[in-house]
Nanobody
Framework: QVQLVESGGGLVQPGGSLRLSCAAS????????WGWYRQAPGKQRELVAH???????DYADSVKGRFTISRDNAKNAVYLQMNSLKPEDTAVYYC??????????????WGQGTQVTVSS
């Protein structure tokens, strides 16, 4: 079955940057509709970035202008460039197929996520 593996997280100071990667394996199809999600302690998981089949993107207001989602269909991978990081960006970040209904994650099993901590 499909496995998702996120990487690239770490500890960074406010204003710093990170680039997250996610690779999918075991799927019979290329995933072309992706979402990046994050979950902070005590809060629900939320969608922060989405890329559709045509390559169009959408972002949560909280990250707009700072984060950029991209994909490599040949590698079945998706990326999240995170700039100008703020302490409120601290969370575990996950990737998933993000098809209708958008924002929830379409695959039954999530990866382990990658921790992003923004602190001075």
């Amino acid at each position: 079955q499909v496995q998702l593996v996120e990487s690239g997280g770490g500890l960074v100071q406010p204003g710093g940057s990170l680039r997250l990667s996610c690779a999918a394996s075991g799927s019979r199809f290329r995933i072309t509709v992706w979402g990046w999600y994050r979950q902070a302690p005590g809060k629900q998981r939320e969608l922060v970035a989405h890329i559709n089949r045509g390559g169009g993107t959408d972002y949560a207001d909280s990250v707009k202008g700072r984060f950029t989602i991209s994909r490599d269909n040949a590698k079945n991978a998706v990326y999240l460039q995170m700039n100008s990081l703020k302490p409120e960006d601290t969370a575990v970040y996950y990737c998933n197929r993000d098809d209708v209904p958008y924002g929830l994650g379409s695959l039954a099993y999530w990866g382990q996520g990658t921790q992003v901590t923004v602190s001075s």
